[in-house]
């Protein structure tokens, strides 16, 4: 997928901005060092930064990391595969934030993390739970089984799973699970109506890959249509997010 980085900064701050409650968990020591897993354009690597640590950006959008660097040009940011990474140096904590839902090969990335951290370190993050985005995801499916786009099943391009289903991967992985929690948190979104039509642009494009791009903002309008009962109150409309949240130590 390639990444909108001005669009991601400018229309969905949403993403780092919460992201923000989810390094109270990581509580950093001045001194450790930090991987932000996922950086995206950097503002959370930062701020990580701003607490004493010395932290690396990891992110698979070279888009994303030239943003980054621009935005931050002293930190260190790099390219690379979230399900596959290695350092030479290993880290007291592993970050990430908005991220995880993105990679399916969530075995690998519980290996690489593990492998990376040092004795009793830490991996803190926040990602899409079971259930994220679900009255989304249904309204989208009905407008393209309408339109004929849908043959087979739908199928979502991202892994969201439960807090059973993730915690068993972790303490499969190494780690001693110390804390999870999955919670709805909706979540406002910029330029009223139009705001679904971004979001969708923004994060959900293989969704559509089947209509031809002259039918989308149709599609969209309808999608929107359907989701007006339940993701708009009082002229704001929302994203209907799950999210999932955990700390767990390496053994």
């Not at 001005?6 to 968990?25: R, T």
């Not at 934030?97 to 290996?111: E, F, Q």
Request: charged fraction near 25%.
């Amino acid at each position: 997928m390639l990444w909108n980085a001005e669009l991601y900064d400018n229309k969905h701050a949403f993403v780092f901005q919460y992201g923000e409650s989810v390094l109270e968990l990581l509580a950093v020591k001045p001194g450790e060092r930090i991987l932000d897993l996922g950086c995206g354009t950097g503002h959370l690597t930062e701020k990580i930064q701003e607490q004493g640590a010395e932290v690396v950006g990891l992110d698979a959008s070279p888009e994303m990391i030239a943003q980054a660097k621009e935005n931050y040009p002293e930190l260190d940011f790099n390219v690379g595969n979230g399900a596959y990474f290695s350092f030479d140096q290993p880290f007291d904590a592993v970050f990430t934030n908005a991220t995880l839902h993105w990679i399916k090969d969530a075995d690998g990335v519980i290996r690489s993390v593990y492998h990376v951290l040092k004795p009793g370190g830490r991996f803190v993050g926040e990602f899409g739970g079971k259930g994220n985005n679900q009255l989304m995801m249904a309204a989208a499916e009905t407008v393209l089984k309408k339109h004929g786009y849908l043959k087979g099943d739908f199928v979502l391009p991202w892994y969201y799973p439960s807090t059973a289903e993730y915690a068993t991967k972790l303490e499969a992985g190494g780690f001693r699970v110390t804390f999870v929690t999955h919670f709805d948190r909706p979540t406002p979104l910029q330029d009223g109506r139009d705001g679904i039509a971004k979001w969708f642009n923004m994060f959900g494009e293989s969704i559509f890959k089947a209509a031809p791009k002259t039918e989308l903002p149709q599609i969209l309008d309808e999608i929107t249509d359907l989701l007006q009962p339940t993701n708009e109150v009082d002229g704001q409309w929302f994203a209907d997010y799950k999210r999932l949240r955990f700390v767990a130590v390496k053994e």
